[in-house]
């Protein structure tokens, strides 16, 4: 009679609505006392193998709840690290603009300061260079002028190619 303990259950609950009552006992009844037996025998039979069965389900469920509540929390680790090195790169991102802009503004700075510098080097240099020249140019005025009058001063000599003339003359 291999029927299950719910089944078997549900053999007794009909037995007993259907079993005939007693004269005088409205809650008696007369049921197959070896019927009745052997479906509890099988029920206490089956009843262990069957709980046994739900304990190892029940089991199975449990490590398979856990064994999700850990990957759950795996998966969340690594999701928050992941988030966090998101934003610390961001952040890096940040910093390194900040920095790159603060760099550009220093060189900024430092090429305005270097022209300056350079332009007023090239300046000195250039009025150096024009004094040097204008000096050089007053000591060959006052040399051709000494000339001029150590010609007039000394008998006739030859032109060169300094001197002025007119064409009319030669």
């Not at 090239?122 to 005025?141: H, P, Q, S």
């Amino acid at each position: 009679m291999e029927n299950s303990v719910m089944e078997l259950v549900d053999m007794l609950f009909q037995m007993v609505t259907e079993a005939r009552g007693i004269p005088l006992g409205v809650d008696k009844c007369i049921v197959e006392r070896d019927r009745v037996l052997d479906i509890l025998d099988e029920i206490k039979t089956q009843l262990p193998a069957e709980i046994e069965e739900s304990k190892k389900l029940i089991s199975a469920k449990n490590e398979y709840i856990t064994s999700a509540k850990r990957e759950a929390e795996s998966i969340r680790k690594v999701a928050e690290e992941h988030a966090r090195q998101m934003v610390d790169d961001q952040e890096i991102i940040r910093m390194a603009r900040a920095k790159a802009q603060e760099v550009m503004t220093a060189a900024d700075q430092k090429s305005k300061e270097l022209r300056k510098i350079a332009n007023d080097y090239a300046e000195d240099a250039l009025r150096r260079t024009e004094d040097a020249i204008a000096t050089a140019l007053d000591e060959v005025r006052d040399s051709r002028t000494r000339f001029r009058a150590a010609a007039n001063t000394r008998p006739a000599q030859p032109l060169t190619p300094d001197d002025d003339f007119d064409e009319e003359e030669i």
